[in-house]
């Protein structure tokens, strides 16, 4: 086998791998190349050779990572960038500058993910971002399609479906048939993993070639069969990163779920097959490793080493493929990665593959091998992000296997869905990507290895059954709903005997104003905590620091966050069982008992939600994202149910 070296600067060496992972104080490979990429593109995203910017999949790749390394450090530099950068192409109404949708090309739909998370934020002019994703998905609906009803990947490559076009299309498909209610979509998402499945694979291998002609009047076509000619790497990479990501979105109970990963579990040890034992990396073309000229290729390794990975944790496959994630990580560490005035660098991506055109790729052997090489080529620095991400949070994950439920019973507020425009429960929801959801709160349990749930009725010892983690957060008065769920003796008496039986319960009120508090202490007097009737904290406008609290210094719950946002509180009054945990001019702000085998954590304000925590409003001092990190990582911890 034939490498192409890249020989990394004279800071950088084979132990960045290890320094990566294994220096706590370091910061994240993730992080470290995401800030690269803005030092390259700090106001618009140029791809390739170009000299201006345009509506592209490699912007959309992008603006993905940077919301992954958004959720993972709460630095809002990185939503900043998401918006400036679609705000470039983004009109008041909706239209998308530089988009053409008679083009019919599914490369110019994997933008629509960023469209779909601004749509869902609380934003200046979301409805603009609401309109593009609109349009966007109206070109699916006329999208020229096979006989068979595949999505040509492009007006221009008539009959014809690459491997490309299923991320390019179906994640944000599955996205969108989720956020606007559209469930219809999945069977059409389904479909198109199906065809590619059926005619991409090949039955010796179980390598999926490029593309297919179901008209076979390609040259690259077999005439028999349609199929191209080879397995080229970020074809199979990009078909990979597609199945983990339409998962994400595919409803729990919709009938083609179960064969979406049974393609995964198919396709993983395929990949192990074909790693390169040494490398720990993938060849350009898969299955001819050896031949002269083929060399280890960066974008679609780490393509695969994003999706072993992500498939682990999501439990789509045994834990054994984490081994081989690693060691491909590793690899991209030691072969592709370089340090150049104090920044990242990737080096060893291909530029481009693709299949006719002028002048005409033949998909031969040796077509693949005349695409250059690139540096920073955005097709690689993407999906190293990703993979980085998933790397990190493996690492991370300090509780696997425990379930982490939010109540939707006792607070059960409803409003109308700005997308799909259907009734839906709010306020505090893991869903809710809004200011008063606990999207981003939920996505940090979720790093740490738990499962998020919801529970939608009174607590019974069947509902809790399997919770590890119990969060009760501001019970609606009748102000906020008609007909609000109150807490009563019999919850009372479940809850106690669930912590006493081991369970770690959360129990956040609000201020005396919009929090029903005299039946919610019912519950909380059980573990000696009472929520009294005050106010603390009362923020004027924008003097956040009349709602600081300060957190002790490397305490049992808060070991990095020192101080914390906490505004219109109800403090509390504290007996046995109960100790303080957080004091403040004398009153106590946050409480813990330990009951049993169980432990409870009460504090006067639901604080960590997302306008609080996910860096967007409040000023960097107020560590909000860090603390809630130590606080479900500590209620993890806790938990002592078996």
């Not at 966050?561 to 504290?574: G, N, Q, R, T």
């Not at 001019?585 to 604080?607: E, N, Q, R």
Request: proline share 5%; with cysteine; glycine share 8%.
């Amino acid at each position: 086998m034939s490498f192409r070296p890249f020989l990394l600067s004279g800071l950088l060496s084979a132990s960045l791998s290890t320094q990566a992972q294994n220096t706590p104080a370091a910061r994240p490979m993730s992080q470290r190349m995401a800030d690269a990429f803005i030092s390259w593109h700090p106001d618009s995203i140029l791809i390739g050779s170009r000299k201006t910017a345009r509506w592209d999949y490699e912007q959309g790749l992008m603006l993905k990572a940077l919301e992954r390394v958004w959720q993972r450090t709460g630095d809002a530099r990185y939503f900043i960038y998401i918006q400036k950068d679609l705000d470039q192409f983004v009109r008041p109404d909706g239209s998308i500058r530089t988009y053409k949708l008679d083009d019919y090309n599914l490369d110019n739909l994997t933008t629509g993910h960023a469209l779909l998370t601004l749509s869902q934020l609380s934003v200046p002019q979301a409805e603009k971002y609401q309109k593009a994703a609109r349009l966007l998905r109206q070109q699916l609906e006329t999208q020229p399609r096979t006989k068979a009803g595949g999505f040509w990947h492009k007006k221009v490559y008539p009959n014809q479906m690459w491997l490309d076009g299923l991320y390019m299309a179906e994640p944000f498909y599955a996205e969108y048939s989720q956020a606007f209610n559209q469930p219809a979509g999945f069977d059409d998402i389904a479909k198109q993993f199906a065809l590619i499945e059926k005619n991409l694979t090949d039955p010796k291998t179980g390598l999926k070639y490029h593309g297919y002609d179901e008209s076979r009047e390609q040259q690259w076509a077999n005439k028999t069969t349609g199929q191209s000619a080879n397995f080229w790497d970020r074809g199979l990479g990009w078909y990979a990163m597609a199945l983990v990501d339409v998962l994400d979105y595919f409803p729990q109970n919709h009938p083609q779920r179960q064969q979406l990963i049974q393609n995964v579990q198919r396709l993983a040890p395929v990949l192990v097959k074909y790693q390169d034992a040494t490398a720990g990396t993938w060849a350009l073309v898969m299955d001819q490793a050896a031949r002269k000229g083929n060399y280890q290729e960066a974008s679609g390794s780490s393509m695969f080493v994003y999706f072993l990975q992500k498939g682990v944790r999501m439990g789509y496959l045994d834990k054994k493929y984490a081994a081989a994630a690693r060691k491909g990580y590793d690899g991209l560490l030691k072969q592709f990665v370089a340090e150049e005035n104090g920044a990242l660098a990737f080096n060893g991506t291909v530029s481009v593959g693709g299949l006719g055109g002028k002048p005409y790729r033949d998909g031969s052997f040796e077509y693949y091998l005349t695409e250059p090489l690139r540096k920073n080529d955005l097709k690689g620095v993407g999906p190293f992000i990703l993979a980085s991400v998933e790397m990190e949070t493996a690492a991370s994950a300090v509780c696997t296997g425990k379930t982490v439920a939010v109540d939707n019973y006792f607070n059960h507020e409803l409003r109308k869905n700005a997308l799909s425009g259907q009734p839906e429960t709010w306020h505090y929801t893991w869903d809710d990507r809004t200011h008063g959801g606990f999207y981003f709160w939920g996505q940090q349990f979720r790093d740490l290895g738990a499962q998020t749930a919801t529970i939608r009725t009174a607590p019974t010892a069947a509902a809790l059954k399997g919770v590890d983690v119990f969060i009760i957060v501001d019970p609606d008065t009748r102000k906020e709903t008609p007909q609000p769920n109150f807490v009563q003796p019999a919850d009372v008496q479940v809850l106690t005997k669930w912590v006493k039986d081991g369970g770690t319960l959360v129990l956040m009120a609000n201020d005396t104003s919009n929090c029903e508090i005299p039946r919610f202490n019912t519950l909380t007097r059980a573990f000696g905590i009472e929520f009294l009737p005050l106010n603390l904290n009362m923020v004027k406008g924008s003097e956040f620091e009349q709602g600081r609290v300060n957190l002790p210094a490397g305490g049992p719950v808060f070991k990095i966050a020192k101080s914390a946002y906490i505004k219109e509180l109800a403090p509390l009054d504290v007996k046995a069982p109960a100790t303080p945990l957080v004091q403040m001019s004398g009153h106590t702000i946050i409480a813990t008992a330990k009951v049993g085998k169980g432990t409870v954590l009460a504090v006067g304000d639901p604080w960590l939600y997302n306008e609080y925590v996910d860096g967007r409003k409040i000023p960097a001092s107020f560590e909000n994202y860090n603390a809630a990190r130590d606080l479900a990582t500590w209620l993890l911890q806790q938990s002592g149910r078996k």
